[in-house]
């Protein structure tokens, strides 16, 4: 087998991988994203909670591809970035890092 054709098949089954691993993106010590629609409500935005979800998602999507430009990670062939932003473990990354950073303020 040829060096790109192990890493094509060796790509498609990562992202077969975290395909089947991704669920809803949650916080242990966080609100949902039903709470966070009726907070927003209460300041002024009108928000259910498929809206709250999509702009944390492409909140994280963003986050997810700088870090993808400065890692130069962005080939064509790579998982995109709106799907590592909807998987839990890079949301819980990005609390944890964030967490980090305001303690150390």
């Known amino acids: 087998m040829t060096q790109e054709k192990l890493q094509k098949r060796l790509l498609k089954d990562s992202k077969a991988e975290m395909k089947d691993t991704i669920k809803y993106s949650t916080i242990e010590e966080g609100i949902d994203y039903r709470a966070l629609a009726q907070k927003m409500g209460e300041e002024g935005y009108v928000m259910n909670h498929t809206s709250a979800r999509n702009w944390v998602i492409r909140s994280l999507a963003k986050i997810s591809g700088h870090l993808k430009t400065s890692l130069n990670?962005?080939?064509?062939?790579?998982i995109p970035s709106d799907?590592?932003?909807a998987h839990p473990f890079f949301g819980n990354a990005v609390v944890e890092i964030l967490r980090k950073v305001d303690d150390e303020l």
């Not at 990670?73 to 790579?78: D, E, G």
């Open 73 to 78: 990670y962005s080939r064509k062939s790579s």
């Open 83 to 85: 799907e590592i932003a």
